[in-house]
């Protein structure tokens, strides 16, 4: 009942920058808890960053914290990730994903994007 577009990715430079929104539609935006994930050609699908829908908090996984900044527009019914400070082992295809419960685990968000392909270069 929800459908994720992400858009933004692309080619970058390392400690360049780069912003992914997530336009999201088909149910109420704002009820849902939002994460971003990424995933590297042959690897698992991890975590990056998540803004819950309650509290305005958010969480980020250790290797982007102070890099990565997640915000959401509940009116515009959009998720950003801010990514600044980039590196070659940031290079993943960014996935959208929304979920009934508060987490950074794969299995527990229930709705995902195509995503996009973010390349940077050394």
């Known amino acids: 009942q929800v459908q994720l577009i992400e858009s933004g990715g692309g080619l970058v430079q390392a400690g360049g920058s780069l912003r992914l929104s997530c336009a999201a539609s088909?149910?109420?935006?704002?009820?849902?808890?939002m994460g971003w994930f990424r995933q590297a050609p042959g690897k698992e699908r991890e975590f990056v960053a998540a803004?819950?829908?309650?509290?305005?908090?958010?969480y980020y996984a250790d290797s982007v914290k102070g890099r990565f900044t997640i915000s959401r527009d509940n009116a515009k019914n959009t998720v950003y990730l801010q990514m600044n400070s980039l590196k070659p082992e940031d290079t993943a295809v960014y996935y959208c994903?929304?979920?009934?419960?508060?987490?950074?685990?794969?299995?527990?968000?229930?709705?995902w994007g195509q995503g996009t392909q973010v390349t940077v270069s050394s």
């Open positions: 994903a929304a979920g009934g419960k508060r987490s950074i685990w794969v299995a527990e968000y229930d709705y």
């Open positions: 088909g149910r109420t935006f704002s009820s849902y808890n």
């Open positions: 803004s819950w829908w309650s509290g305005g908090s958010t």
